[in-house]
């Protein structure tokens, strides 16, 4: 380190006068650029995933040691996946110490939902529509993470995605560009706080750029195929918005769109995120996508592979070592200009810089922080407060919930209902397992009631994990009887059914979205002996819920909500907490409705009824999706009234306020989220039928009421057009106010030139 020091000192004295409009920063990376080798750029670029126990023995065995060797020529730049103050403190001494320039490693990894505290998974959390909230969990996870040693996170995914057959929903906001793009910006923000080299901050990644939500079928890693208007109106506003917030690094992605590899995207990459939108952080390939642009057809051999990503402008290969082992070729035969990599290992070292890491490489490293702040109870509590506000009360016939709080007896079913491991969700790694309340256990709590737990089928057996298929259970149906016993001698059925926290993330595409194994069948059973059922349906994805919003009378969606899961869901069925989440995806009606979403264009044969033949529409299901986009109940009623807007012409440069009064007419206090919505009727291309526009979530007692207002200016009715650039355009304007993407009655207004 002092070699480095003393030299770059020298460097900066030199030069610091040719240089004089750099900044400090850039004048630093600069003059280490200088002294760098071809072969210590490709190292930058370099990103390998944990291979060693560091502070083990040795590296055994040819790969381990090529590996290690290469460390210790300071060709790797940054690792993932490596846990723990110990481990990282150990790698960054030899990256420190032992390379000619002593340049830090940088860390990452996938903090998704938390770390030590589990917090809702993503999709879960963005039904709270609380960006505090969602700015507070990306903060503590942060926090956890940067006192465990890392500095980087793999998040958020901004992936807009409509489909849920594709596993990976649960890692997104769902299916809204302008919801999606708050929520990028707030969880961004979390991540980075205000000053990235703070040492409870981590630089965060916005992925997968992109169009990865967009993959054929909802199958993972599939093509994606959608016309370039899509790609600006819907996929980009959330990673621009990351941009705006400041996000330092960027993620490419595993699918090609417009038939190229996101990661040999030139236009996207290069084009559009570091020229129009101007970031000066660094993209990262996603896992092993610069190699994987072989099999998809687009590059020869590997050198052909590295030469396409490097030109389109990915400037880190997450193992492929394929930059580590042909950019030097690469230069020297001319295909690759040296600048490339300059450009590439600039914006690395910048990002290096804002963390701190040349000031001190081992400031992440301490063991004292990750002894003391990984998991506190205050962590825990936000990850109550979140999972509470994640929970979205599906229906709720006869007021079955809240439940009574004294004398009642009450079933509690479903394997999930008593798993401490599931809940904890898809990007569970680093966090205890079996750590996180069970609803058998929260239920427990309220001690006025009898509860009684029977398993009644096994969902999954053996055990589950990030890299193997969950075994479901399709035969074993012996603990029906008992199950159906408890059920029959109950006042109340909560039956906890859905996915294993592993069937939906990463490679978990399904083609049947129901129930999975034998927990339908046993739902019919229970159904049988207690009609009283309240169905908590614990999953990762939308799930097709058409015969349970028929037959069972309440239906929670709690999706996978982490560390204290069950707490918040029997405060919830208990009333203590009244449901105010609103969902972000639209639940289908069955798998053969998706994709289906609620910003859906008109068609020229719109179609209003299953009786018409020749329309857009289907003969055997509506269009409309089972639970549409921000639908969700509450345990009080909510009246809209006054609907009002100031005026019905505007200008490009004046506005309109529209207002609506909102009263809580039900018997409990409770939050609701008023949601704006536009619809413009004519466009230089066909418009979405609604755009969410804004939203406020406000709280009333009961009897009370608040007018809500909202202020519609130009920027909101902007769109990418025909002509190719975001504008409005003048015409016609419909205005909805009201409690979900439903909402019909809508005021008229004319944007003139
Ligand atoms: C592949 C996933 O697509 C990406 O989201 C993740 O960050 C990397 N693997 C690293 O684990």
């Known amino acids: 380190m002092k070699k480095l020091i003393y030299s770059l000192f020298v460097l900066f004295f030199i030069t610091s006068c040719q240089n004089s409009n750099l900044t400090e920063k850039e004048k630093f990376i600069d003059n280490l650029i200088s002294q760098m080798t071809i072969a210590e750029k490709a190292g930058q670029m370099n990103q390998y995933n944990g291979f060693w126990d560091a502070t083990g023995p040795m590296p055994e065995g040819d790969y381990q040691k090529k590996r290690y060797n290469e460390l210790k020529n300071g060709q790797v730049g940054s690792m993932l996946n490596v846990i723990g103050v110990e481990e990282i403190r150990a790698l960054q001494k030899i990256a420190v110490e032992e390379t000619r320039l002593g340049i830090p490693l940088i860390f990452g990894h996938d903090v998704i939902h938390g770390y030590k505290t589990m917090f809702p998974i993503p999709l879960a959390e963005s039904s709270s529509w609380d960006l505090e909230l969602m700015q507070k969990s990306a903060r503590i996870a942060a926090t956890e993470a940067s006192a465990d040693g890392l500095n980087w996170t793999f998040a958020p995914m901004v992936d807009i995605s409509r489909d849920a057959r594709w596993g990976r929903v649960m890692e997104g906001a769902g299916e809204d560009p302008f919801l999606g793009s708050l929520i990028a910006k707030a969880r961004v923000r979390g991540f980075q706080g205000e000053d990235l080299s703070e040492v409870n901050t981590i630089v965060a990644c916005a992925k997968h750029f992109a169009g990865y939500g967009f993959s054929e079928a909802g199958r993972d890693y599939n093509t994606t195929d959608f016309n370039h208007y899509t790609l600006h109106n819907t996929i980009m506003p959330p990673f621009k918005a990351a941009v705006d917030a400041g996000v330092r690094t960027f993620m490419n992605s595993f699918n090609t769109l417009d038939e190229i590899p996101a990661t040999g995207h030139k236009h996207i990459q290069r084009d559009i995120l570091k020229g129009d939108w101007n970031f000066d952080g660094f993209i990262v390939s996603d ?103 994640s929970i979205v009360l599906l229906k709720n016939d006869n007021g079955l919930l809240p439940l009574k709080k004294q004398n009642q007896k009450i079933a509690i079913i479903g394997q999930l209902a008593n798993d401490k491991n599931s809940t904890l969700g898809n990007w569970r790694s680093q966090v205890e397992y079996n750590s996180a309340v069970s609803v058998v256990e929260g239920m427990k709590k309220y001690k006025g009631n009898k509860t009684i737990y029977q398993k009644g089928v096994d969902l999954y057996y053996g055990e589950t994990n990030f890299h193997n298929r969950v075994k479901i259970n399709f035969k074993d149906k012996s603990d029906f009887g008992k199950a159906k016993l408890a059920a029959a001698t109950s006042d109340v059925v909560i039956m906890v059914l859905g996915e294993e926290g592993h069937q939906s993330g990463e490679g978990r595409s399904r083609t049947n979205i129901d129930l999975p194994g034998l927990q339908k069948e046993l739902l019919k059973e229970i159904k049988k002996v207690n009609k009283n059922i309240v169905l908590v349906v614990m999953s990762g994805r939308p799930l097709d819920l058409t015969w349970e919003d028929v037959n069972i009378p309440a239906i929670v969606q709690a999706w996978q909500l982490g560390s204290k899961s069950g707490d918040a869901i029997a405060q919830v069925l208990y009333g203590d907490y009244n449901p105010s989440g609103k969902l972000t995806m639209s639940f289908p009606r069955n798998v053969g409705q998706v994709p289906v979403y609620y910003n859906f264009k008109n068609t020229g044969r719109p179609s209003t009824s299953i009786e018409q033949v020749t329309n857009s529409g289907y003969a055997d299901v509506e269009n409309s999706p089972l639970y549409s986009f921000g639908y969700g109940l509450s345990y009080t009623e909510f009246k809209y009234s006054d609907f009002e807007i100031s005026s019905s012409t505007m200008t490009k440069d004046s506005k309109i306020n529209a207002s609506i009064r909102v009263t809580n007419t039900g018997n409990y206090k409770g939050e609701e989220v008023v949601q704006l919505y536009l619809r413009d009727i004519v466009g230089s291309i066909a418009r979405p039928m609604k755009e969410l526009k804004g939203f406020e979530k406000i709280e009333l007692n009961p009897g009370e009421s608040k007018i809500v207002n909202f202020e519609i200016e130009n920027s909101l009715l902007e769109f990418y057009s025909y002509n190719n650039v975001w504008e409005s355009e003048p015409g016609k304007f419909h205005v909805f106010i009201g409690t979900d993407s439903n909402v019909r009655d809508h005021k008229e207004f004319y944007l003139t030139n």
């Open 287 to 389: 896992w092993g996508s610069i190699d994987q642009m072989i099999p998809h057809g687009f590059a020869s051999n590997g050198e052909h592979a590295a030469e396409l990503a490097v030109i389109a402008g990915s400037d880190m290969d997450m193992e492929s070592s394929l930059y580590v082992s042909k950019l030097v070729g690469l230069v020297e035969s001319g295909k690759v200009n040296e600048e490339l990599l300059d450009d590439a290992v600039r914006r690395i070292l910048r990002v290096k810089y804002e963390l701190g890491l040349f000031d001190d490489p081992y400031k992440y490293c301490d063991q004292d922080r990750s002894d003391s702040e990984l998991g506190s109870e205050e962590n825990m509590m936000v990850a109550l407060d979140a999972a509470k506000k």
